[in-house]
Nanobody
Framework: QVQLVESGGGLVQTGGSLRLSCTSP???????MGWYRQAPGKERESVAL???????RYADSVKGRFTISRGAARKTLYLQMNSLKPEDTAVYYC?????WGRGTQVSVSS
């Protein structure tokens, strides 16, 4: 199993920004890689997905506010989150194929 570790979560006020990071012992170059989140009382959903060739896709709820990217060595996956809303409050998980991190909490206060 590939161990993925998320970091960068925290508490921020509405309109603030956070940058999440996910480190991996291998490169993020799989067919399925990206960020997911699970809000209280809701199902886990995809937030920002990326392909090995650089294409990206975002959930409608975050499009224009979030940006997914990889570090130069491709062993770190980032999620830049701007203009945060209370609805963004959730545990955020990174994924590489069938490997998942344990999540990092993002809380946006009103």
């Amino acid at each position: 199993q590939v161990q993925l570790v998320e970091s960068g979560g925290g508490l921020v006020q509405t309109g603030g920004s956070l940058r999440l990071s996910c480190t991996s012992p291998i490169q993020f170059a799989g067919r399925t890689m990206g960020w997911y989140r699970q809000a209280p009382g809701k199902e886990r959903e995809s937030v920002a997905l990326a392909t090995a060739n650089g294409e990206t896709r975002y959930a409608d709820s975050v499009k224009g506010r979030f940006t997914i990217s990889r570090g130069a060595a491709r062993k770190t996956l980032y999620l830049q989150m701007n203009s945060l809303k209370p609805e963004d409050t959730a545990v955020y998980y990174c994924r590489l194929d069938n490997c998942w991190g344990r999540g990092t909490q993002v809380s946006v206060s009103s």
